[in-house]
């Protein structure tokens, strides 16, 4: 069974920095053969998608909100996925999820808690 389980989450005042990881394990196939996503969910909103990396760890995708601003990256050695996220706005305030993903299967972390406060 897939675990993903984030860390890195936290009070930041605006303009700071975090960086958020997610490590998986128990995948069936290599790590490196998932996408790999990071959501997330404001209060009283859906959940959206920040930004994805496809399975060779070339390409990347970034909602408008935070291109710019946010860098997704992997490491398939550690089975991790990292978000940088840099400027940060109040915004920006959300449960960050990590997701993986081939053809139909998906997979959620528990969230992390971002807090964008003065």
């Known amino acids: 069974q897939v675990q993903l389980v984030e860390s890195g989450g936290g009070l930041v005042q605006p303009g700071g920095s975090l960086r958020l990881s997610c490590v998986g394990s128990?995948?069936?196939?290599?790590?490196?053969?998932?996408?790999m996503n990071w959501y997330r969910q404001a209060p009283g909103k859906e959940r959206e998608l920040v930004a994805g990396?496809?399975?060779?760890?070339?390409?990347?995708n970034y909602a408008d909100s935070v291109k710019g601003r946010f860098t997704i990256s992997r490491d398939n050695a550690k089975n991790t996925v990292y978000l940088q996220m840099n400027s940060l706005k109040f915004e920006d305030t959300a449960v960050y999820y990590c997701n993986a993903a081939r053809g139909p299967f998906g997979s959620w972390g528990q969230g992390t808690q971002v807090t964008v406060s003065s």
């Open positions: 128990g995948f069936t196939l290599s790590f490196r053969l998932y996408a």
């Open positions: 990396i496809i399975p060779a760890g070339g390409s990347t």
